[in-house]
């Protein structure tokens, strides 16, 4: 049983599988974008992404899988299926609805096993878990410079190294 989450599993290797998506470590990368993952299986799905089996028509992008494309489409024909009850905000995805409306609910399912806080998506704990483990694994190519969020990786290299500032002071 994982004490962070109350999960059970039937053997030890999916516990310790498990595990993992609670220190937010990614020990699987993949070898043609370097992206990082939790597991091999998403790293097995996420190698689908460059092959051309799922390709939008539109325009190109791979999906890794058929209901991953659906979803993707979606962004095209502007269809919001998944409407919250509570103020009527629609979404593209039935997550993202789910975790809309823990907004309202105030629920917050996602507890740091570290330290008090909770989360209401599990992103956001991973993101929370590298104040525990120090892990900042989104490097800066040009000056070696380590980020724990790639957004925070993205904006470094956006403001130090193309001098670019979306914001301008008029």
């Known amino acids: 049983m994982c004490t962070v989450c109350d999960n059970r599993f039937t053997t030890k290797q999916q516990w310790n599988r498990h595990k993992i998506s609670h220190t ?18 998403s790293l097995r799905n996420h190698t689908y992404s460059h092959s051309s089996r799922y390709k939008c028509t539109e325009c190109g992008k791979c999906c890794t899988s058929n ?25 593209t995805k039935s997550y993202d609805l789910v975790r809309h409306c823990r907004i309202h609910s105030g629920e917050k399912p996602y507890k740091c096993h570290l330290c008090d806080k909770a989360f209401s998506d599990p ?12 892990d900042k694994p989104y490097k800066c190519s040009l000056c070696n410079k380590s980020f724990t969020r790639s957004s925070h990786l993205h904006s470094h290299t956006r403001r130090v190294h193309m001098n670019r500032r979306p914001h301008d002071c008029r």
Do not use: W
């Open 67 to 91: 209901h991953d494309l659906t979803v993707h489409r979606r962004i095209h024909s502007g269809e919001k299926p998944f409407e919250c009850t509570v103020c009527s905000k629609q979404y």
């Open 24 to 41: 937010g470590e990614k020990l699987y990368s993949c070898c043609q974008c370097g992206k990082h993952f939790a597991n091999q299986n």
């Open 123 to 134: 992103g956001n704990l991973t993101t929370h878990m590298t104040v525990h483990t120090g």
